[in-house]
């Protein structure tokens, strides 16, 4: 669908796609692929590509960074962000 909620189309073939946000800029869709890995795709499906392990993605209001949740094995929650352009890591939250 398109950035309006119309228009809609099936981008993957797969069901395990979870919490698709859109970027601010209407470029790319954040997703996270149970389970647990964040992935980026263009609208209409193309240039589908892994980014990190984690999930709940979250566009800053520039497009540039994702900011998602990692869970570590006791269910602690931590804040990470990643740069699109350069796929740095940074966490947030300690």
Request: net charge negative.
């Given at each position: 669908m398109d950035t309006t909620g119309h228009a809609e189309q099936r981008l993957t073939a797969d069901m395990g796609y979870l919490d698709p946000t859109w970027s601010p800029d209407g470029q790319w869709i954040a997703c996270t692929l149970s389970p647990g890995y964040i992935w980026?795709?263009?609208?209409?499906?193309?240039?589908?590509?892994?980014?990190?392990?984690?999930?709940?993605?979250?566009?800053?209001?520039d497009s540039r960074r994702i900011v998602y949740n990692v869970f570590d094995w006791s269910g602690a929650g931590y804040l990470f962000a990643i740069d699109i352009a350069t796929l740095r890591i940074r966490q947030i939250t300690q």
């Open positions: 980026l795709m263009k609208p209409d499906g193309t240039e589908a590509h892994y980014l990190a392990n984690g999930q709940l993605p979250s566009w800053s209001p």
